[in-house]
């Protein structure tokens, strides 16, 4: 088997149309590299603090301990701005700190001005505790008879717990902050996963292989006569398709890896990413009907919303874990683009025909379910599952476990159609 896969993988570079293909690839990967590593110089690393309101609160209640509070805000207030100028000056340590207790603060506080029970509603509120009692924060909650009206709006509290818990990892783990265009040895394939795989995977995939039919009978009528062979053509044939363009897309990955490995090595691969959990673990469909916007902060390479419900749901992963479920899900997705040309392929007499219908239905699947579409129906559309590092960081509003079992399944469904197209249909 592996003699024929080798073969059908030494034929395919060796054509002229493929290896023209595959140099505008590595080119589109260059520049990208190229405007991500500029575009990484202009943008912010830090973010800019939520704040801590005061409208709600009153002195009426207790004049002096309103004069200890507003105290307190000032504290904090310089802290803040020495905080933002230790990141203007790069002072990352120290910027580090400062965002874990003004964040520590912020979310404290959300606590205590929302009406909600503390129990139901405030996850890791035990980790903000033993955060602030480890940075020795005052504890804000001693100053809630002086607030007047409370609010129901708790989104702002899982933004910061999330910042805190992040920048706390920084600065344990003696990371830099990074921005989210950052590329390095360590984000370098998670970067071009999410901006030009998800177009370009499967364009790639139709343009290699939509004339593997006329190639291929050449040798058919010699390769089915052997005895038993026919009933494994259509895996010896699917795992060269998929092993070709998998070494396309990551050989060149692995390579831009060890080329920017002496410029910035690879402490990276155990930086903080932030992803949503109930989309990773099972079915999970996000809800954020009624919202007019989105407003997301960005944490590193995860931009995470600031009034969305899915924020509660963050948690962090490092980044050499989160690559390894997106490459998973790139190798799901190639299987599955493999599968659909080759189905398309041997139902069509016209390889020009077939690649048009491949890409037809893709690209409609993928109006369809635009990247920030939140209808129910398009759990079921593959193209929502174009971008798995979107599906895992929480920028879709599909997950990663629906994604992997849905592509799974199609993928399934499509080989047992091109086994039936094995014994129904000339190959």
Known sequence: MWTYVLFNIKSNLKR??????????IICEIALLFILNTKSFTESPYQTSLGISIAGVSQKN???LYQEFMDEVNLIRQTIDKGEQDGKDKNWKSYCEYKVKVSVLEAQWYMVTSNMPNDSYFEHADVIEELRKEYGLPDLSQYEKLIVQKSNDINLYFCSMQQARYFDYLLKHDLTPITYSYVDASSVSLQIARYILPVVLPLLVGLLLFQQRERRAKTEKTILTISGVKKKYVRWNLISDVLFVLLVVFLPI???????????????????VLYYKPGFTGFHYWDTQGLDHI????SGLTNMSVNQFTTPGMELMPLWQCTLFV???????????VLLITVLSK????????LLVFLVVLGLCSFASPLGNMQKINTFNPMSYRDFG???LGTSYFGYFA???IIGLYSVILYLVSKWCAKKVRL
């Open 16 to 25: 002229k149309e493929n290896l023209i293909l595959i140099v505008l690839f």
């Open 62 to 64: 207790d004049p002096k």
């Open 254 to 272: 692995l390579v831009y890896m060890i080329v920017l490995v002496p410029f910035k090595g690879v402490s990276n691969l155990i930086y903080p």
């Open 295 to 298: 407003e997301l902060v960005a």
């Open 327 to 337: 490459a998973f899900g790139l190798v799901l997705s190639t299987t599955f683009y």
């Open 347 to 354: 139902l069509m007499k016209n390889k020009y025909l077939s």
């Open 390 to 392: 979107m599906n895992l």
């Open 403 to 405: 994604g992997i079992v």
